[in-house]
């Protein structure tokens, strides 16, 4: 796949609210897709990262995910589009022990993951699509969510959540470009839809489709992969800024 600097890199934490936000830079221990957590499945590095997470997830999808990064021309299969989908989710619950503070992905989703080598069939969803970097800076984004399908009281709309239930998680590999959500709100994650400003496309890869995908497709600008990186994020804050009687917040 794509090469990447070896070492620590920087990223940007912090918690956004309906009115402000509170952010800091902090250094990793490196590009994720190289990350390895020491207990994520419950057994041991010969169960967990060098088991059933590399020779039934890892392996399988290298083939795929070499050509999307390069932005090779060929046709996604279904079974192709389940293991780069579960790849990819792999990887989003992996990021979340960094520090272990921010686990949104319940223990029986990460079981379901686990013995089936697939995504969880209910409220997860993954996207792709092919990008060609310009200026846009940003390899690993995501948020980390607390939804509930009933409106909140607007006294607690701008607190701080001690706990989260979903997430949006965007990585980019080369001229990969994927989408990652996890919402426990029945039937949102299938209904969810991006704009396109600049005519990119994004393919929804899971749940599971029966058709093959030509790859690639019109490729994402950057304005395109900013919007769909951040669009869940800035939809939640604008449903409460309305309920708070606040104006529509302006976009840089």
């Not at 989710?89 to 949104?104: F, P, Q, R, S």
């Not at 980390?144 to 239930?165: C, E």
């Not at 005519?199 to 600008?221: H, N």
Request: with cysteine.
């Amino acid at each position: 796949m794509a090469p990447r600097a070896p070492g620590r890199v920087k990223g940007l934490r912090g918690f956004r609210s309906v009115d402000h936000d509170n952010l800091w830079i902090n250094k990793m221990p490196g590009a994720l897709r190289d990350w390895q957590v020491k207990c994520v499945c419950g057994g041991t590095h010969t169960t967990c990262n060098n088991g059933w997470m590399r020779q039934r997830i890892d392996e399988p999808a290298k083939p795929v995910l070499e050509k999307l990064s390069r932005g090779d021309q060929f046709r996604m299969f279904p079974r192709d589009q389940e293991r780069v989908a579960a790849w990819s989710v792999l990887k989003a619950i992996i990021a979340e022990y960094d520090d272990g503070d921010h686990i949104t992905t319940h223990h029986m989703q990460r079981k379901y993951l686990m013995r089936n080598h697939l995504p969880p069939k209910r409220n997860w969803a993954v996207w792709i699509g092919h990008y060609e970097r310009k200026t846009w800076k940003s390899e690993w984004i995501s948020a980390a969510l607390f939804a509930v399908a009933k409106p909140m009281p607007t006294t607690d709309l701008n607190k701080t959540p001690t706990r989260f239930n979903g997430h949006a998680t965007t990585q980019v590999i080369g001229k990969l470009f994927i989408h990652v959500l996890s919402l426990p709100i029945p039937g949102f994650v299938e209904r969810w839809r991006f704009a396109m400003p600049d005519g990119g496309q994004l393919v929804r890869i899971w749940p599971q489709t029966r058709y093959s995908i030509k790859w690639p497709g019109p490729a994402m600008s950057d304005r395109d992969a900013d919007l769909t990186s951040g669009a869940l994020d800035r939809k939640g804050r604008e449903v409460a800024r309305k309920r708070l009687g606040l104006p529509p917040q302006k976009r840089l």
